[in-house]
């Protein structure tokens, strides 16, 4: 049985990022694969997933752990960019140097490549990739990237992992407070000043006038967190929200019993897909649009001088046709689903 180590922005408290590891064990798992993680907290990433895992950024163990395994994979994500910081790209160059240094496989999976605007993050991502025995992507703009560095390999076309997450059963989609539907809000950090803010709460303002229970949803605890209660500021009062979450699992359930969804976070859209509830995708990136297209959902609306009241007729526009959306999301989600599970035979024609 191969060893995988496996390296990503596991255990850091982004449940999108989770939900990319955990559907890729599950794809890897049937393949018959051994996993260790590499975790921003190995304790907890052990005690909710059962998976063996070590200290992210503890390079001497990853060193001891890498020469007991056979390969070094990236599951996906969008790790190698450098808008947060240049830190993520060179973080994860290094560790692709340390593997070749032991003559282990790369292999990168459902990569979501970019932005890289700095020279030093294009020159740390073109070595990776370079570097990499297999490379597979999740979005056209990835393979955009990859071709603007320079990359002469052909990257296989794949979709993210997290629509491997096993579907959760036993509830029925939608529900009511009193006469209100449920709808879920996934706002991210973006841009300058307060504009994340203020379309969030009008937003919230404008579903609470017209019949729909807005619930604020929180991916990545240390980011989303303090934006939610700026959203609550900004609209002047207590806003339901969903907090602390600690697994994409328990997200599932709760989206599952919900009647739509608005996200700005790639993985608000993706895991809401997993139990076939539609989404609205604002987009900051290409990666959100790309991703509404694959899906069949409404265009994603970009960012850019976007107002509450435009999405919110987005949003209606899609409640009215809810049932033939969620029909086509489901039929959707099955394609989706195949397409991710072409990164397992990526992996299994590079790692036996």
Known sequence: ??????????????????????????????????????????????????????????????????????????????????????????????????????????????????????????????????????????????????????????????????????????????????????????????????????LFAELSRLLFENGYMPTLIELDRSLDGPLIQSIEKAQGGKIPSLRRLGTPMELQKRLLRMDGVISMRLHGGIIATTVGVPSVMLSYDPKVAAFASEAGLPSALPMNSLSASRVFEVFQTMMKQREQSAERLLARRETLRQQAMLNIEVLQNCVR
């Open 1 to 198: 049985m191969s060893k995988l180590l496996l390296a990503g922005y596991f255990g850091c408290d982004n449940l999108g990022d989770d939900a990319i590891l955990l559907g890729f064990v599950e794809g890897a798992g049937r393949a018959g694969y051994e996993v260790t993680v590499l975790s921003g907290a190995p304790e907890e990433t052990y005690r909710q997933y059962g998976l063996t895992s070590i200290p992210r950024k503890d390079m001497a163990r990853f060193k001891e752990a890498m020469a007991k395994h056979d390969a070094l994979v990236f599951p996906g994500g969008s790790i190698f960019q450098d808008v947060t910081s240049v830190k993520s790209a060179l973080f994860y160059a290094n560790l692709v140097r340390e593997a070749k240094k032991l003559n282990k496989k790369v292999v990168m999976l459902a990569q979501g490549v970019g932005p890289l605007t700095t020279f030093l993050g294009k020159r740390a991502a073109k070595f990776a990739f370079e570097s990499a025995d297999a490379i597979a992507v999740r979005d056209p703009e990835s393979i955009r990237s990859l071709h603007t560095l320079g990359l002469k390999a052909v990257p296989r076309a794949t979709s993210d992992m997290a629509f491997l997450l096993p579907a959760i059963q036993g509830e029925e989609a939608g529900y009511q407070i009193g006469t209100m539907k449920s709808v879920g809000l996934i706002p991210r950090p973006h841009g300058k000043g307060q504009e994340v803010e203020r």
